[in-house]
């Protein structure tokens, strides 16, 4: 009896061992898990903020893009917006207009900033702005058959500049074949002809020769 009880004894005490070390290792084997979930939920928010920063580097980086070109693009815009206000007042027939607008052309082709601009293309418009530059100085000096003359030749040099630098709105190359010897050439943000060289007694006079985008 004794032995039975001893033997039940030493049963007990290994069925109570074992239960206790099972408890751990699933405590272990849950804890182990739980820390795997917790390595790759941190992997995978890692990754996300990655991709978010990814996306907002993107983002910045065009950003800087759309204003690298808006910059390059203001310095022409404001050269044509004189240069529209010119012919304008070249289409009225109005000489102290035309004067104004030149001298006003003048002062924005001398603060044309280059700097966005390789060297090519800077060694160009510094030609090109130079000779615009001259015809703009003698429209503002001279009465309207001489600013017409000297208008046509500008024209031709801000057509140069576009070129190179682009332009943000579609312009309207127009040409009068009936100005001067070889004909007038201008530009315009205006499909419709009103021709600067004859004003109101050939308004219409004139065509459009190519779209500048």
């Known amino acids: 009896m004794n032995?039975?009880?001893?033997?039940?004894?030493?049963?007990?005490?290994a069925f109570i061992t074992l239960t206790i070390m099972s408890c751990k290792e699933n405590k272990n084997e849950h804890n182990n898990a739980?820390?795997?979930?917790?390595?790759?939920?941190?992997?995978?928010?890692?990754?996300?903020?990655?991709?978010?920063?990814g996306m907002i580097h993107d983002k910045m980086n065009m950003s800087s893009t759309i204003m690298d070109s808006e910059t390059q693009?203001?310095?022409?815009?404001?050269?044509?917006?004189?240069y529209m206000t010119l012919k304008d007042a070249l289409v009225e027939t109005d000489k102290n207009k035309a004067a104004?607008?030149?001298?006003?052309?003048?002062?924005?082709?001398?603060?044309?900033?280059l700097s966005e601009y390789n060297s090519e293309e800077q060694k160009e418009l510094k030609q090109i702005i130079a000779e615009a530059?001259?015809?703009?100085?003698?429209?503002?000096?001279?009465e309207m058959k001489k600013q017409r003359e000297h208008f046509e030749?500008?024209?031709?040099n801000i057509?140069?500049?576009?070129?190179?630098t682009g332009t943000e709105n579609t312009l309207y190359q127009q040409f009068c074949p009936m100005y001067a010897d070889n004909g007038g050439v201008w530009v315009s943000t205006d499909k419709n002809i009103r021709n600067p060289y004859f004003g109101s007694k050939m308004m219409k006079c004139g065509e459009v020769q190519k779209e500048i985008n």
């Open 100 to 113: 104004q607008a030149s001298n006003k052309l003048n002062k924005t082709l001398n603060e044309f900033d």
């Open 34 to 53: 739980d820390g795997h979930h917790s390595k790759m939920s941190s992997g995978e928010d890692h990754s996300k903020m990655n991709h978010q920063d």
């Open 73 to 82: 693009n203001s310095a022409s815009q404001k050269v044509l917006a004189d």
């Open 159 to 164: 057509m140069d500049m576009v070129a190179i």
């Open 3 to 13: 032995k039975l009880r001893s033997t039940l004894g030493v049963v007990a005490i």
């Open 133 to 142: 530059k001259e015809h703009a100085e003698y429209i503002g000096k001279n």
């Open 153 to 156: 030749t500008l024209s031709k």
